[in-house]
């Protein structure tokens, strides 16, 4: 079994900063990638970055420059930092772990790849 637990979420102003942490416990053959997503009310749960364990990170177009997404290994923590926030970044963010892709062993930034989730944590941008 997998567990996630994310922390950080708030409320911050529109060119501020946030970061976000996930603690994970479990199995760790079944969290080869890592990866943070979205959901806004109304709207369907999407990606934002993901991790694998050497480090290589891959990030959705709208967020690049302004996320960053890292991992302390030997701590089973995943990071979030997120800058120059935007109303648009408003959602429920939650924590994910999957199994890497069995063809190149790569991770894959969508919601089918991942199978185990956090309750989420909740990041309001105000104007």
């Known amino acids: 079994q997998v567990q996630l637990v994310e922390s950080g979420g708030g409320t911050v102003q529109s060119g501020g900063s946030l970061r976000l942490s996930c603690a994970a416990s479990?199995?760790?053959?079944?969290?080869?990638?890592m990866g943070w997503f979205r959901q806004a009310p109304g709207k369907g749960r999407e990606g934002v970055a993901v991790?694998?364990?050497?480090?290589?990170?891959y990030y959705r177009d709208s967020v690049k420059g302004r996320f960053t997404i890292s991992q302390d290994n030997a701590k089973n923590t995943l990071y979030l930092q997120m800058n120059s926030l935007k109303p648009e970044d408003t959602a429920m963010y939650y924590c994910?772990?999957?199994?890497?892709?069995?063809?190149?062993?790569?991770?894959?930034?969508?919601?089918?790849?991942?199978?185990?989730w956090g309750k989420g944590t909740l990041v309001t941008i105000s104007s």
């Open positions: 991790i694998d364990r050497d480090g290589n990170t």
């Open positions: 479990g199995y760790t053959a079944s969290r080869d990638c």
């Open positions: 994910a772990a999957g199994p890497a892709y069995s063809s190149g062993g790569y991770c894959v930034l969508a919601e089918y790849a991942m199978d185990y």
